[in-house]
T-cell receptor, first 113, second 114 residues
Framework: SQQGEEDPQALSIQEGENATMNCSYKTSINNLQWYRQNSGRGLVHLIL?????REKHSGRLRVTLDTSKKSSSLLITASRAADTASYFC?????????????FGEGTQLTVNP | KAGVTQTPRYLIKTRGQQVTLSCSPISGHRSVSWYQQTPGQGLQFLFE???????NKGNFPGRFSGRQFSNSRSEMNVSTLELGDSALYLC?????????????FGEGSRLTVL
């Protein structure tokens, strides 16, 4: 069963608008990552934020992490039609070893031209 | 640098058959992990291999198995296929173990069980 929850499940916006996706988790984490998946394709890593960081930026992406609330958010600014994809948060926990990522349920983002 | 390569990309099997999926990690990456993605269960961890040894296993029945070769290439096998095994199987590689960095995913193998 998934230990990460994301909301909204689906988000539809117009080009140029900002998109915000939220992720909540239940355990302690080492770091939290965001991945993107175009329909039926593999996952592409977007950004990683460590448990001792509160905010991180990469291009049009901004990620925040609140470990006290066990939550993270991904903000995509000035969205483009090419941003249409599913977005997943994922994390390693101290209880699991190695390269075992736990994923959220995903947010399906649709950016309308 | 070539990315993670998975073969085949698509395959159709019938119940009771078995299937073998292949994954070639990024050159120099020694850790290979496998994930199953279905609409109902989302992304679920199957197992991880490092230096030809299974290091971690998810909550899947014994019909799911895998191995890793000395060149870090990995295969996973599913025996006695069931309808519920229809899924996108994703392979990911990373340079080391440790749970600190990003994983690099392949395009996946789409398995349909009829």
């Amino acid at each position: 069963s998934q230990q990460g929850e994301e909301d909204p499940q689906a988000l539809s916006i117009q080009e140029g608008e900002n998109a915000t996706m939220n992720c909540s988790y239940k355990t302690s984490i080492n770091n939290l990552q965001w991945y993107r998946q175009n329909s039926g394709r593999g996952l592409v890593h977007l950004i990683l934020i460590r448990s001792n960081e509160r905010e991180k930026h990469s291009g049009r992406l901004r990620v925040t992490l609140d470990t006290s609330k066990k939550s993270s958010s991904l903000l995509i600014t000035a969205s483009r039609a090419a941003d249409t994809a599913s977005y997943f948060c994922a994390f390693f926990t101290p209880e699991t070893s190695g390269s075992r990522l736990t994923f959220g349920e995903g947010t399906q983002l649709t950016v309308n031209p | 640098k070539a990315g993670v390569t998975q073969t085949p990309r698509y395959l159709i099997k019938t119940r009771g058959q078995q299937v073998t999926l292949s994954c070639s990690p990024i050159s120099g990456h020694r850790s290979v992990s496998w994930y199953q993605q279905t609409p109902g269960q989302g992304l679920q961890f199957l197992f991880e291999y490092f230096s030809e040894t299974q290091r971690n296993k998810g909550n899947f029945p014994g019909r799911f198995s895998g191995r890793q070769f000395s060149n870090s290439r990995s295969e996973m096998n599913v025996s006695t296929l069931e309808l519920g095994d229809s899924a996108l199987y994703l392979c990911a590689s990373s340079p080391t173990r440790g749970g600190t960095g990003e994983l690099f995913f392949g395009e996946g193998s789409r398995l349909t069980v009829l």
